[in-house]
């Protein structure tokens, strides 16, 4: 598996990106992420590509993406994280997290932490981020969809 930020020659694998209603409840679609990426030049729109196929996708977000979140300047927001429907239960997910702290080392060379925010409804994902070594620090928020726990991952140099 490799990450790969956006480029328009990727966009057939987007348009093949399936969601499910459940999912849709936390997330929102690589398309409506990607135009806003297009729009907003600190969010940047990930693909976790195995085997020529778009697995995984998320959005690392910078600057004032951070900091409804958190007051560290340094750290980069992953949102939108999902899998294609088709591709669950696979493992996509935990080995596109386990490839991030890399990836973000050295394409967002500033950062010194991601950070989270996931819905306490989204037992699933709390423990997969857990499982990556992302830490809940105990911090909460209210979001668009309900509480939200923020978890950070820091980045030792």
């Not at 209603?21 to 806003?36: A, F």
């Amino acid at each position: 598996m490799k990450l790969y930020e956006y480029e328009n020659q990727l966009k057939s694998e987007v348009e093949n990106y399936t969601l499910s209603e459940e999912q849709l409840k936390y997330t929102t679609t690589p398309r409506e992420c990607i135009k806003l990426s297009e729009e907003d030049l600190d969010r940047h729109s990930i693909l976790a590509i195995e085997d020529n196929q778009l697995v995984t996708f998320f959005v690392l977000h910078e600057n004032e993406g951070v900091k409804p979140y958190s007051e560290n300047a340094k750290a980069i927001l992953l949102r939108a994280f999902s899998t294609n429907y088709n591709h669950q239960g696979k493992g996509y997910a935990t080995k596109s997290l386990l490839l991030l702290p890399e990836f973000v080392r050295t394409t967002f060379t500033q950062s010194n932490e991601i950070i989270l925010a996931v819905n306490v409804e989204n037992i699933a994902a709390q423990s997969l981020y857990k499982k990556c070594g992302f830490i809940d620090n105990g911090v909460r928020q209210e979001g668009k969809k309900g509480q939200l726990i923020i978890m950070s991952f820091y980045l030792q140099d």
